[in-house]
């Protein structure tokens, strides 16, 4: 690609061949420089390659007002387009080029319009200087964290990404110097060797096209001011001052490149130049447009994501109108006195946006924030320091699994360095990491110790004591332990704040480290004290790995040893971790005890042939498997089910999935009769991925994408393995159909207290099993459905199914009291209940009702159907439509008739011999149903009538 020049500037261009000429070349003297587009420093930046240089020149055109061109010269249209392709080139410079501006290689410059500036060494000097005291907020903007500078590598090879970043940095606060420099220098490039510009046409017009490229980075009258008063208006042929002007205004607005210079400007897009992460901005803008009230103003229509991208986008909407204010006011100062030149000009003086008053735009716009920024004053060590107790509560076992959870990653990292680099580390047989709670006579202690990797001095410098800061999180650490961008490993730690909650544990850590490049007598000890300024490290001998120990109370050891679950965290069987009580006297050892570990999970990627897990496939996961098995945990000891789910990441135990867990399985977003049992989680998260909270106790948001993974596949194996138990036998008669359902509940059905509504979620019939749901209803279109109470369980008679009677369900009824009676009839008859499993009932049948049957003994229905019972406005609506000397047949008539009340006695017969307190038939009439009821409605989840009917071909009864 190459630049485009428009159709405007390219017809004056022409008229002088030799400026022609000389500005084709430039072009492609530069072309093979900036065709190959190599940011390096850049990797987060906008656009800066020809697109961008395409897009600059065309709205330089565009905003050029029709009445200027007959004053714009050849010079005019080559100054602007070098000094186009100059203004941002040094975001392409390479890191040979870098190195020949540090090492001066490249010589300074003799400009007419700029005075000598300091050697490059110098700058950077300086530079570096104070970068190694930029305060943590500057370090994140750059480096996205707050790790301190340190000097770059001699050796380009060993840049890394961080080292880029700083440079980038360094680029992008001069780097409209460097492009100055460029025209008399060329392109930096190695060893002193530059790619130079061609000869110019005339004295000095190199030059000031590299001023005018560097002019965009200065305020405009400080430009200006630079060129001689007597040249300001025309110098070498050129308009500096108009040149200057649409070169700035031209980089913040992008437009189309076709436009007739009379068309209204059509505007695509804005950007603030040379400026990181701009994306979300540009998604923010949802339209600009000439102002049809006003010709010369711009307005921006932006719904920002967020409050911190609509204070960004105030900031450069501002900074687009003072760059605008600034243009008119020097464009009149400089030429508006002079009738030949008063028509330069550009055709923007104002700007407007959806975001100019706060008010209006939360009126018209309702945005889900706030469009305000808050900010948060704080020195940050001393601040996370006070937050840790309130964040994690007085709980010492939490410094517990902050300190194994770096034990483990360390031990990781050992076990992966020594298969890459054919590294043997001694270590003992039965563990990898061993935490020992002591109880001395006057004090405790707790110590984590771990043959895992080790820490360097610094590690310990800039990592361990640095807090915030995760050594895991560096490009060094990456650089060992990721391949392709994934990580190797599976890291349990992620905050980097361990150090800070092992002081919930003791006011002083006592360390001794050995990293596994070190030799035996340089592994390193020292102490550090919560409150501590200064840390003293020395040389110790050790075994690799890391041994810390923390001086603690009587009270904590005596809570850790009554509550050895509290600090069950592990749940893998490699690397291998250890745990023991010891009590000690004197000193001498005297009892030892150690502890089992509770919970054992398959590893990442493990065989789960002949066991009860199962695996989910899940993007960005390196595994996730589920089963139903339960396991005892800290919270045992308050429920009679000792056995329960848990939510497991990368081996470290997170919560106990139905209590104290905010998980919301696809099934819990609805209200649904049958569920299955919330499942044990495990999850192998490579890169960070799983949206842990701070406290590493629950998920950030509870309905994350492996959750919905999960939840289908539990689902679907739970309907299969329900279809699978059932043979041709089952359904011989609907006895048999009643009773292998029934044997069924035995599945992993989610019933706790409410056993008795497993039957009730099924419907039976003739043409097989079915669910009582909205979605098997409206599907199978029923003409009755006859509801039938029992006391202990259902009583099965093939009398129940006659060929009026086609669809039954089971409903549990305590008949033998006046309570369970009324309730009986309000809960299934008039549909009034609240009790969340009755209610579905009314939810699935009321909506396509046209009338119901109730048959009740008389005795019943003189105590309960009475005003003080029944709401009168129920009463009403009842007819007794049969009766004899014990029962009575009453009707609920909604809308057509009823059909036929057939062989009553038999029903009768059978209620008393069965001894119920009676049954219920509800009658349908699709065909004076609203349609739009019966266009299925997905409430959003995934449920067990979904699994049904995927799993049963999207039929609604099951039968073999």
């Known amino acids: 690609m190459s630049i485009n020049i428009p159709n405007m500037m390219e017809r004056i261009l022409k008229k002088d061949s030799s400026i022609h000429s000389f500005t084709l070349a430039s072009v492609s003297d530069l072309k093979p420089w900036l065709d190959a587009n190599t940011t390096v420093f850049f990797p987060e930046y906008t656009d800066h390659s020809f697109i961008h240089l395409n897009e600059v020149l065309a709205t330089a055109e565009s905003i050029i007002t029709d009445e200027s061109w007959d004053n714009i010269t050849p010079e005019d249209v080559s100054a602007m387009i070098i000094s186009v392709l100059l203004h941002d080139c040094a975001m392409h410079i390479t890191e040979d080029g870098f190195y020949s501006l540090i090492r001066d290689t490249y010589p300074p410059i003799k400009s007419q319009y700029v005075s000598e500036e300091p050697k490059w060494s110098v700058t950077w000097s300086d530079y570096i200087a104070e ?176 409050a911190l991208i609509f204070e960004d986008l105030r900031w450069l909407f501002s900074d687009i109108q003072r760059e605008l204010d600034e243009v008119w006011a020097v464009l009149g100062e400089v030429y508006g006195r002079y009738d030949e030149m008063s028509n330069l000009g550009i055709n923007i003086r104002r ?244 502890l089992d570990q509770n919970i054992v999970v398959p590893q990442s990627r493990s065989n789960l042939e002949g066991t009860n897990w199962f695996r989910v496939e899940t993007e960005g996961l390196d595994d996730v498997v589920w089963s139903y098995e339960g396991f005892e945990t800290k919270d045992s000891e308050y429920h009679s089910n000792k056995y329960f789910s848990v939510l497991i990441c990368n081996g470290i135990f997170i919560n106990s999935v139905k209590y104290n867990s905010n998980i919301q399985f696809l099934w819990n977003r609805g209200h649904q009769i049958l569920t299955p049992e919330d499942p044990t989680v495990v999850v192998y998260d490579q890169d960070g991925r799983v949206p842990l909270d701070i406290q590493r106790t629950s998920l950030t948001y509870s309905n994350a994408s492996f959750i919905s993974k999960v939840s289908k596949d539990v689902t679907n194996k739970l309907i299969e393995v329900f279809f699978e138990s059932f043979t041709k036998t089952d359904f011989i008669s609907v006895e048999n159909t009643i009773k292998k359902t029934l044997n069924l509940r035995r599945l992993n059905w989610e019933i706790g207290r409410h056993k008795d509504s497993y039957i009730s979620a099924f419907m039976f019939s003739r043409q097989g099993i079915s669910l009582v749901d909205k979605q098997t209803i409206v599907k199978s279109k029923p003409t009755s459905i006859q509801i039938i109470p029992f006391h202990d369980s259902p009583t099965v008679e093939k009398k129940l199914l006659s060929s009026f009677y086609t669809d039954f369900s089971f409903v549990k009824v305590p008949g033998n009291t006046k309570s369970g009676r009324l309730d009986w009839v309000r809960n299934y008859f008039e549909f009034s209940s609240t009790n969340h499993y009755r209610a579905l009932y009314g939810n699935f049948l009321l909506e396509f009702l046209s009338g119901s049957r109730l048959f009740i003994r008389i005795d019943d229905y003189e105590e309960i159907c009475k005003p003080t019972f029944l709401p009168k406005r129920f009463q009403n609506k009842l007819n007794i439509i049969w009766e004899d000397k014990e029962w009575y047949i009453l009707e609920n008539k909604i ?66």
Not at 913 to 938: A, C, S
């Open 351 to 594: 700007l407007r946006s959806s975001l100019d008053d706060i008010n209006t735009y939360i009126e018209d716009k309702k945005p889900d924030f706030i469009p305000k920024v808050l900010k948060f004053r704080t020195a940050d060590s001393e601040m996370m320091e006070l937050l840790i107790a309130p964040l994690y509560g007085d709980k010492p076992e939490i410094g517990i699994r902050e300190l194994v959870q770096n034990a483990v990653d360390a031990c990781l990292e050992v076990d992966d360095i020594s298969s890459k680099q054919g590294i043997t580390v001694d270590k003992p047989d039965d563990y990898d990491v061993c935490v020992s709670v002591i109880e001395h006579e006057n004090y405790g202690e707790v110590i984590v110790e771990d043959y895992g990797v080790g820490m360097t001095l610094d590690i310990i410098e800039n990592y361990f004591l640095n807090i915030g800061a995760s050594f895991r999180n560096s490009d060094r650490w990456k650089k060992t332990h990721e391949t392709d961008g994934r990580s190797d490993i599976h890291r349990t730690g992620r905050f980097g704040i361990g150090l800070l909650a092992a002081y919930l544990l003791g006011d002083e850590l006592e360390v001794e480290t050995r990293h596994i490049s070190c030799p035996e007598h340089e592994g390193l000890k020292f102490r550090c004290s919560r409150g501590s300024k200064s840390v003293t490290i020395s040389h110790t001998n050790c075994h690799i790995g890391t041994r810390i120990s923390i001086k603690t109370s009587k009270n904590i050891v005596y809570y850790l040893s009554k509550n050895p679950k509290s600090w069950d965290w592990y749940c893998l069987s490699v690397p291998k971790v250890k745990r023991k009580l010891i009590k000690v006297n004197g000193s001498i050892e005297k009892h030892t005890k150690f």
């Open 895 to 960: 809308s057509n008739e009823l059909p036929e009340l057939l062989k009553p006695e038999e029903v009768i017969k059978f209620l008393e011999q069965e001894k119920l307190v009676g049954t219920v038939v509800h009658y349908f009439d699709w065909n004076n149903v609203d349609p739009d009821i019966l266009i299925e409605k997905k409430e959003v989840g995934y449920f067990i009538v979904d699994a049904w009917l995927e799993l049963n071909h999207g039929n609604v009864y099951f039968k073999l």
């Open 131 to 306: 970068a190694k005291r930029f305060n943590s907020d500057k370090l994140k903007s750059i480096f996205n964290d707050t790790k301190p500078v340190s000097d770059i590598p001699a050796n380009k090879i060993e840049l890394t990404t961080r080292d880029k970043l700083l440079i980038g940095e360094f680029v992008r606060r001069h780097h409209a110097r460097i492009a100055h420099e460029i025209v008399f220098n060329g392109v930096p490039g190695t060893d002193g060797k530059t790619l130079k510009l061609s000869d110019e046409p005339k004295r000095h017009f190199l030059d000031l096209c590299g001023f005018i490229a560097k002019s965009h980075n200065m305020s405009l009258r400080q430009a200006v001011d630079k060129i001689p008063y007597p040249k300001r208006r025309i110098h070498l042929n050129t308009h500096v001052p108009f040149l200057m002007s649409v070169l700035r205004i031209s980089d913040y607005i992008q437009v189309q490149a076709t436009r007739a210079p009379s068309q209204l400007l059509n505007v695509k897009s804005l950007i603030s130049p040379i400026s990181k992460g701009e994306w979300k901005k540009h998604d923010a803008i949802l339209e600009i447009s000439h102002a049809d009230e006003d010709p010369e103003a711009l307005f921006i229509d932006a719904e920002p994501q967020n």
